[in-house]
């Protein structure tokens, strides 16, 4: 019976393999033959393929910046890699693009907002697409809306993440902390200090060369600390030119000294080209219980981005990148251009004139007529026609040529500076006459109120005093005057 029934099998499968069929019922079983399912490309690290750009793996920290209306405009700054920050970069820009939009800017995706470490409000996409070749970074960019709370109302520059990658928010967003007294007043100390240990020029005016100086919290300490950026001729803002210097750095609040350095950054733009750094914002992106500073870097004609932070309990730079700057042509090849433009497009110059001399004077002949007998008339004539041969020519003494007028003016022209010292030598000799004269006038006149003072004082007193000499003359009259009589001599006959 057991060979009977593998035989009957066997007979069934010979069967089927014959006829070639697909579905075969076989005492109430039913058999079927499916052919497998095409293979699928299966997803993994390398799925990019070696050719492609890598794409971020980690959290992305975003910069987005406030518009009209509500909307705003979204910039990717680096990916999140530990304690630094990791840039993007790209070989093929449309490709890249492509799919970094198409995994983390997709219309209607939602990104956390961050100011002063807070959160404080949404962003939802709308629109992504790649900028233009002339663009660097180039970065996709975003447009979309934003939902902001009541702590966000006057602030134009936010730092955004993803909502997947944004830590719940725990409590309200506190107020970022405002400079106090004792920072602007130990900033500049702090800066000049720092200046002086690398011989570099002071400021004239410590306020106005302090261009920013941003508080910000710190975690264990009681007070905030704060970043300041001091400029030496120049402005916190692109443009201008390599003619300056700047000195960023970061001070930590200390108990008895009030505040220390702690990360010191000086840019000579002779030797560096303009290197100003103005803090965006903080926040701790990183998740490592300190906040990390965006600064944004202007140069004379572009800017980049760069991050601070602490690594192992020390400041330092975790990021910074800025586009190839296009060459700037040597001073030698811009004139031999300008040269070579000029030899293309102006005519051959003139050739230089000969200068013009005095023209020589004519030989002196005399014409000695041969001796003859002569009449008194015909040597009257003779007089007259050689005394015309010696007098010059009128019109050869007039045609004088011009350049060596010009010349011997010129000659004889004085200088600009003995001019110039001249005129500036009798103005000042006229000022101070006229000064002299109306200091002179103004003494003469102060005397002669004086005496007028006098003597109308004086003839006042007078007549005052007159009545009063009058009056005594008078009563010294009317008194009656007693006559004595001399005493008689004594004498013998006297009784």
Not at 44 to 55: I, M, V, Y
């Amino acid at each position: 019976m057991r060979a009977s029934a593998s035989f009957r099998l066997a007979a069934c499968l010979i069967v089927i393999a014959a006829s070639g069929c697909d579905n075969v019922q076989w005492g109430g079983a039913e058999l079927a033959i499916v052919p497998p399912p095409p293979k699928t490309q299966e997803r993994s690290g390398d799925a990019d393929g070696p050719d492609e750009d890598r794409l971020p793996e980690g959290p992305v920290l975003y910069l987005v910046r406030a518009g009209a209306g509500g909307t705003a405009t979204l910039l990717p700054i680096a990916e999140i890699s530990g304690d630094t920050l990791r840039r993007l970069d790209a070989t093929d820009w449309e490709r890249y693009g492509t799919r970094f939009i198409a995994e983390h800017l997709r219309p209607g995706t939602e990104l956390a907002l961050y100011r002063a470490g807070g959160r404080v409000g949404t962003f939802i996409t709308q629109a992504a697409e790649v900028p233009p070749a002339a663009v660097c970074p180039r970065v996709p960019r975003a447009t979309g809306t934003l939902e902001l709370g009541p702590a966000a109302a006057d602030a134009t520059e936010f730092l955004a993440l993803a909502k997947a990658d944004a830590p719940p928010p725990t409590a309200p967003a506190a107020s970022a902390p405002e400079p106090t007294r004792a920072m602007q007043v130990l900033a500049p100390n702090l800066a000049e200090r720092l200046l002086r240990a690398r011989s570099a020029p002071l400021p004239n005016n410590w306020r106005r060369a302090m261009a920013q100086l941003v508080p910000f919290p710190l975690a264990g300490a009681a007070d905030p600390a704060f970043a300041a950026t001091f400029l030496i001729g120049d402005t916190l803002g692109p443009g201008l030119d390599d003619d300056g210097s700047s000195l960023f750095f970061i001070a930590m609040p200390q108990a008895q000294a009030g505040y220390v350095p702690a990360h010191a950054e000086y840019n000579e733009y002779a030797s560096t080209g303009k290197v100003a750094p103005r803090v965006v914002d903080y926040l701790d992106w990183d998740r490592d219980g300190q906040p990390e500073l965006l600064l944004e870097v202007y140069g004379t004609s572009d800017a980049w981005f760069a991050a601070v932070g602490q690594v192992n309990g020390e400041w330092r730079t975790t990021f910074q990148h800025r586009c190839a700057r296009p060459a700037t042509p040597s001073a030698d090849s811009a004139a031999a251009r300008a040269a070579t433009r000029r030899a293309s497009s102006e005519p051959p110059p003139a050739a230089a004139q000969p200068r013009q001399t005095r023209p020589a004077a004519r030989p002196r002949t005399t014409q000695t007529p041969p001796r003859q007998e002569t009449t008194p008339g015909r040597q009257e004539a003779t007089r007259q026609e050689a005394t015309r041969q010696e007098t010059p020519s009128r019109q050869d003494t007039a045609r004088r040529p011009e350049p060596q007028r010009a010349d011997t003016a010129r000659q004889n022209a004085p200088p600009r500076d003995t001019l110039r010292r001249d005129t500036l030598r009798q103005g000042a000799v006229q000022r101070d006459t006229a000064r002299r004269d109306t200091l002179r006038q103004g003494a003469a006149q102060r005397d002669t109120a004086r005496r007028d003072t006098l003597r109308r004082d004086t003839l006042s007193l007078r007549a005052s005093a007159t009545p009063t000499l009058r009056g005594r003359d008078e009563s010294a009259a009317a008194a009656p005057v007693a006559v004595t009589s001399p005493p008689a001599p004594r004498g013998r006959g006297a009784a």
